[in-house]
């Protein structure tokens, strides 16, 4: 079955970066993939995502900071955060669509305090 694996999540203080990594396993083919984030009593929200050629597409509050990235060969993605905020404090998911069909990760904590 297809299962998605997240990494790189932690502590950091404001203004620091983290780079998250999303694995993909169990699918053959080449498909759009996301990063979403969940913080404590808010709901689930589109962070970046990428189609299949490359394009990427960013939340406005993370424009200019974060970065998505992908590499079809390995079936990942990574998602490169700079200038890190309190406000980016959340469980961040990966997403894979199939446009029949949405697969989500386990998540992986992303803290920002000082």
């Known amino acids: 079955q297809v299962q998605l694996v997240e990494s790189g999540g932690g502590l950091v203080q404001p203004g620091e970066s983290l780079r998250l990594s999303c694995t993909a396993s169990g699918i053959y083919s080449i498909w759009p993939m996301g990063w979403y984030r969940q913080a404590p009593g808010k709901e689930r929200e589109l962070v970046a995502d990428?189609?299949?050629?490359?394009?990427?597409n960013y939340a406005d509050s993370v424009k200019g900071r974060f970065t998505i990235s992908r590499d079809n060969a390995a079936n990942t993605i990574d998602l490169q955060m700079n200038s890190l905020k309190p406000e980016d404090t959340a469980v961040y998911y990966c997403k894979l669509s199939t446009g029949i069909s949405n697969y989500w990760g386990q998540g992986t904590q992303v803290t920002v305090s000082s």
């Open positions: 990428i189609t299949t050629s490359g394009t990427a």
